[in-house]
């Protein structure tokens, strides 16, 4: 057996404990008291015996098990004949305790571990959490000051994805802005976190002043981000170079030293917002980015980047990326491209600049204030279209420079889809990433939302 | 915004934009750069020359930038192309003005210069080559704050990127 898939973890940053058991089973049949939802350890046990005839069985003489341990972790962190390792109170009969899986050779006397409690991270311990994943399971982090280099290697699975989800004073809570955990690096070498297992999904979570990347994933990982932060780090913020198919919903990249979002092999962006980056605020490759009701500006480079590859862009606002070679949408020769309903607005240089966009399809964009012009070629073979439905209208943001990026009413209701096909259904959706607020009850949104939290 | 109808210059721009190729540009005018308008002491696109903080404009890239004393600048992008980049002209005392969440990526910071939650790492803009053999930019981090820079540091790489110009 192994630790179970529906083993529930804690971490705590600042007050768990390194080599706590740091887990939870609550489908275990009888399960006891949860001690994985308290900063100390329940126990720290250093006469541990493993019983004479069964390797899964350990008993205590200082405090004896009990009904109570049973679906909690144990970290055994030493002594002679036992393997080091987190395991999980399979069930208690009398004061014997049998755990998931060999703890070492039998009979062997003076362990050492704890019983429950908080992990204080995902690397630390003798045996780490991060190593001790299992597909399925889910991590808890609280919102306390953390700073470590978190490195997932294990994969989740296709209906098994390790979640790992932040909250600020309750499991569950949904924290937004600075009540997410922050992982700070302090301006440490190297990635705040690196994701190599593939089926994670990480919520509510900040990564920042990380030396290198505040995310990066690798080797094929399908991935979702919801609700993160990647912000100030010495490269990109979320890099996922050599990762096929990231999804990210409501994230945020901003201020970080190269890219704040770079996607080269696919990705899926809802609601999301790069900005004041050094490079661009979101680069792409060949294969396909879907890029919805996102915000771009102010990046010191372009607002969306790409190479010869596939864009779907819906509803975002690509604004203030200056410099006399910063566009808000920068493309060689898009392969296919859609892109409809987008602000392309007060950018240093074309609102939309390619090579060769014979490959295109974009209306119901509006192109206001972008210092050059507005497309890029204008005209001619390979130029980027010109929709019928297209404005040349100030957006009106409501506040851009506080970065609310919601529109006056120049743009309402002239988005796309208008007329559906058939003809009986007409749609009012406004042009940009987010739509106007009405002066009383707010209303005529699409989808309200939070950026960035 | 700026004023893109060149019949609406006045003689001296008009002559300026023949002699450069572009104008100076008006306080107030944004985006600050573009092609046919740039600040007066514009370089190339990596040195952008000087302009005024104003709280309706965020992004300073590659800008120099003069803040007024008692202010609060707030998400700000101040990023340089180079490290250790005298960017920012308080006219004031140096812990006149504070930054909050800015991007302060190779910025020259004074002492008594207050900065929270700000990026304040050193990179290097060098090309390097991808997998496949195309040269690509990318940022060499040297250090997490311009105190931090060595005489070695701020030498340039060979591979730097110096100058960008249109």
Not at chain 1, 97 to 109: E, F, I, L, P
Request: hydrophobic share 35%; with cysteine; charged share 15%.
């Amino acid at each position: 057996m192994a630790l179970p898939a529906t083993l529930v973890w804690e971490i705590r940053p600042t007050n768990g404990t390194a080599n706590a058991g740091g887990g939870f089973d609550p489908s275990v049949a009888s399960p006891g008291t949860d001690f994985s939802q308290q900063n100390a350890v329940q126990q720290a046990y250093t006469d541990l015996i493993i019983d004479a005839v069964t390797n899964t069985n350990i008993t205590s003489v200082a405090r004896a098990f009990s009904s109570v341990d049973v679906g909690n972790g144990i970290s055994i962190t030493g002594g002679t004949g036992f393997t080091t390792g987190i395991y999980n109170i399979r069930s208690v009969t009398g004061v014997i305790a049998t755990v998931d899986r060999a703890v070492g050779t039998t009979g062997s006397t003076g362990g050492t571990g704890d019983l429950g409690g908080a992990r204080s991270g995902f690397s630390v311990g003798t045996t780490t959490l991060q190593a001790s994943l299992v597909a399925g399971q889910k991590a808890w982090v609280k919102n306390e000051a953390w700073n470590e280099y978190v490195n997932l290697t294990v994969a989740g699975a296709t209906g098994s994805p390790i979640t790992i989800e932040g909250y600020n004073t309750a499991r569950g809570d949904n924290p937004t802005g600075a009540n997410r955990p922050l992982n700070n690096r302090a301006a440490a070498a190297g990635n705040a976190l690196d994701l190599q297992g593939t089926h994670h999904i990480l919520k509510h979570l900040r990564f920042s002043n990380a030396g290198t990347d505040g995310v990066k994933t690798t080797a094929g990982s399908v991935s979702l981000f919801v609700n993160c932060q990647s912000a100030s780090n010495g490269g990109v913020g979320f890099n996922f170079t050599n990762n096929p198919q990231a999804w990210l919903v409501n994230c945020e990249a901003n201020n970080n030293t190269s890219t704040g979002i770079a996607c080269t092999n696919g990705a899926t962006l809802v609601g999301c917002y790069a900005h004041d980056n050094t490079g661009a605020g979101i680069s792409s490759g060949t294969t396909l980015i879907d890029l919805n009701s996102c915000i771009l500006e102010a990046n010191a480079s372009h607002g969306h980047t790409m190479g010869a590859g596939y864009v779907l862009m819906n509803a975002c606002t690509l604004d203030g990326n200056t410099g006399a070679s910063a566009d808000g949408y920068n493309a060689s020769t898009p392969i296919r491209a859609i892109i409809m309903n987008t602000i392309f607005s007060n950018n240093g240089r074309y609102g939309a600049n390619v090579t060769d966009g014979d490959n295109l399809w974009a209306d119901y964009n509006d192109f206001s204030g972008n210092a050059t012009a507005a497309r890029n070629p204008a005209s001619g073979a390979g130029a980027f279209p010109t929709g019928a439905n297209d404005q040349a209208l100030d957006p009106q943001f409501t506040d851009r420079a506080a970065g609310d990026f919601s529109i006056g009413t120049n743009l309402k209701a002239l988005g796309f889809p208008g007329l559906f096909p058939g003809g009986l259904s007409t749609g009012y959706l406004d042009i940009g990433a987010v739509q106007r607020q009405e002066a009383a009850g707010g209303g005529a949104s699409r989808g309200g939302r939070i950026i960035g939290g | 915004m700026r004023e893109l109808d060149h019949n609406k210059w006045t003689d001296a721009e008009r002559t300026e934009f023949s002699l450069k190729g572009w104008r100076s540009r008006r306080p107030g005018e944004w985006p600050p750069v573009c092609s046919v308008v740039r600040p007066a002491a514009y370089a190339h696109d990596l040195r952008r020359g000087v302009i005024e903080y104003d709280p309706a404009w965020r992004n300073y890239s590659n800008h120099t930038v003069r803040i007024p004393p008692g202010t609060i600048v707030r998400g700000c992008n101040f990023t340089q192309n180079q490290p250790d980049t005298d960017a920012i002209i308080i006219t004031g005392p140096p812990d006149s003005v504070t930054f909050i969440d800015c991007n302060l990526c190779n910025v020259r910071l004074r002492p008594g210069l207050i900065a929270q939650g700000c990026n304040t790492a050193q990179a290097w803009l060098v090309t390097t080559k991808d997998a496949e053999g195309k040269d690509v930019e990318d940022r060499q981090w040297v250090a997490r704050h311009s105190d931090d820079l060595t005489p070695a540091m701020k030498v340039a790489p060979v591979n730097a990127v110096l100058d960008r110009s249109f």
